[in-house]
């Protein structure tokens, strides 16, 4: 199977076309990770999605972000509002995300279509297109997702209310979810939480006393809070579904103090709110809301890896059109072989977080059929940290010199990148920090012996490479692969500040592994079952600038047309002195 390349001079910039179509790394990886029945029921749909993303959605996005929402705590006679007044255009967006794509249903509830449910390789899948235009956007999506895979997974029917209403395919019915959890004084440390819940006469119904400090989309619902004489740390906390309004309409007994005056995602308001005496209801079982926050938390990570990867692809689409447009010294900047280099380093880049992202995301999918006691949980609990780690410094990484490429006019508000650079900063903080993923990588392996999924993983991967122009590479990862057998071997018998200090570094060392022996995995595919050796040039790279210990020289126009382009590789050709891609 050929395909000719994309010619990206043709657009003016990174609109007005179709997200979906324009992105085959996105496509390829949907059609690996989906079942089969699934991605072909999806396939059009995700196409219909790019095309009103692109068309519509991205100039709508660019509004947004431009006049932002308002508070208003209180109205002209000072009674409690606790609103936020939306940009006009946000209603729109959530039209077209949750009426006509179902983005928060289709997972629960049979689609057009279908006789079932979609797994959520879905909702993943079009969480990535959509951070294409406003990962802000993004966040009350895939939290509204979160919250019903909780109540869906651990309610016992009290909350199906709710749970009808974050799941509706009607926007008038459809409520948004969220996940209150930083209190000032705790920030990552969760168990330092202090917010307390007082039970009230009506079973379950309790009512909530504090403050939480961050608290993305507002006015939507969901918070952790302490019961009394509960025990220290996180095993004291429960969850509590917290309506804005009461079940009558009366605004609840709580206080929206103010919004952030955040960096970017400008569209997702985020304050602080005082809970004064507010009406919850509790999740299931008191003192069990880490756990179900957990299963909240694994979604969200991987949100926000499909996050990265969506901007990066937008980032990377942006720098594209700009080179093949821009001409200096009488010629398109893409012609110049500095500017060649760095788009195929920076497309090798999408390539790699995607192809660990959305292994993620088969996982997880894998894992919510199959169970806890799967290789694929083992794996699952290892990945999501890991994915969550790396591909956000990517995103900052790709998105920063993206502005880079379209120079001054990078730096300016019309022509977008500016803005997703903005957006891209928060990555690396939401859902935990760098250190803190750190720490979630070494209790996978401690709590979980994720270790003993992952080594067959690799090997399994790297065993069923056999083409003559992947063994070079082949033999460079698995050399890679001793080394993390021996750090995991050291860890293992070092003490916990030794493990802790080299945290950050041993799930580098799993990204990279990992990401060798799935991109190999895949090249091999490709020359297989698509007569394509292009995946195998992105391997390749991948594989020389990750682990070798001086990058080669070569020519870059063949590798360029085919990772930069898309432009299909003959398998032959991989043997022919074919330089490494550059």
Not at 208 to 227: M, P, Q, V, Y
Not at 527 to 538: C, N, S, T
Request: glycine share 8%; with cysteine; hydrophobic share 40%.
């Amino acid at each position: 199977m050929t395909s000719d390349p994309i010619d990206y001079a043709r657009l003016d910039e990174g609109r007005e076309c179709n997200y979906w179509e324009l992105d085959r790394t996105l496509r390829f990886e949907a059609r690996r990770v989906y079942p089969d029945d699934e991605f072909e029921w999806a396939e059009a749909l995700l196409s219909a999605f790019g095309e009103r993303l692109g068309h519509e959605m991205a100039d709508t996005a660019d509004r947004i972000d431009g006049a932002g929402h308002e508070l208003r705590s209180f109205d002209k006679y000072g009674d409690r509002l606790n609103e936020v007044e939306y940009h006009p255009s946000l209603r729109d967006q959530e039209r077209i995300a949750y009426e006509e794509f179902r983005m928060t249903h289709d997972a629960f509830h049979a689609p057009p279509g279908r006789d079932s449910p979609v797994g959520l390789c879905h909702p993943l899948a079009m969480q990535a297109l959509l951070s294409y235009v406003d990962i802000g956007f993004c966040c009350p999506v895939s939290m509204t997702t979160g919250v019903a895979i909780v109540l869906d997974r651990f309610d016992d029917g009290r909350l199906d209310e709710y749970f009808a209403g974050l799941t509706a395919a009607t926007l008038d019915d459809h409520i948004e979810g969220a996940m209150f959890l930083t209190e000032e004084q705790g920030g990552s440390d969760v168990g330092a939480n202090e917010v307390r819940a007082e039970p009230t006469d009506e079973e379950g119904v309790y009512e909530l006393h504090g403050e939480k400090w961050f608290c993305s989309n507002i006015d939507a619902e969901g918070a952790l809070a302490r019961t009394p004489d509960a025990p220290d740390g996180v095993a004291g906390l429960s969850l509590f579904l917290v309506p804005r309004t009461k079940p009558g309409g009366e605004v609840n007994d709580s206080h929206f103090r103010r919004l952030k005056d955040k960096l970017g995602t400008v569209s997702v308001p985020t304050g602080e709110i005082e809970f004064q005496g507010a009406e919850a209801f509790l999740v299931s079982e008191a003192g069990r809301g880490f756990k179900y926050i957990s299963e909240m938390m694994n979604y969200e990570r991987l949100t926000n890896a499909m996050g990265a990867v969506g901007v990066m692809g937008r980032a990377l689409l942006e720098a594209k059109v700009r080179a093949a447009r821009r001409e200096a010294f009488g010629n398109p900047i893409d012609e110049y072989p500095l500017m060649r280099r760095d788009l195929v380093g920076m497309a090798v880049d999408y390539e790699a977080a995607a192809a660990f992202s959305f292994e993620a995301v088969r996982l997880l999918d894998e894992r919510e059929r199959a169970g806890d006691d799967s290789a694929a949980y083992k794996l699952l609990r290892l990945f999501v940290p890991v994915a969550k780690y790396r591909t956000a410094r990517m995103a900052v990484e790709t998105t920063s010199y993206a502005m880079e490429v379209l120079g001054g006019n990078g730096y300016v508000r019309e022509h977008t990148t500016e803005r997703l650079l903005r957006d891209a900063q928060v990555l690396p903080i939401w859902e935990g920090p760098s250190n803190v993923l750190g720490l979630d990588v070494l209790r996978a392996l401690n709590r979980e012996n994720a270790h003993e999924a992952l080594l067959p993983y690799v090997e399994e991967k790297l065993d069923a490479v056999d083409h003559p122009a992947l063994e070079s590479a082949v033999e460079t990862v698995e050399s890679r692969y001793g080394e993390l057998q021996d750090a995991l071997g050291t860890l293992a018998t070092e003490d916990e500040a030794f493990a802790q200090y080299h945290a950050k570094r041993l799930a580098d060392l799993v990204f990279d592994v990992v990401t060798g022996a799935l991109l190999l995995d895949e090249a091999q595919w490709g020359i297989d079952a698509e007569q394509d050796g292009r995946k195998a040039l992105v391997a390749r790279r991948f594989v020389e600038t990750r682990f070798a210990a001086d990058e080669r020289f070569g020519m870059a126009d063949e590798q360029f047309t085919a990772v930069v382009e898309y432009g299909s590789v003959e398998p032959a050709a991989l043997l022919d002195g074919m330089a490494p891609a550059e």
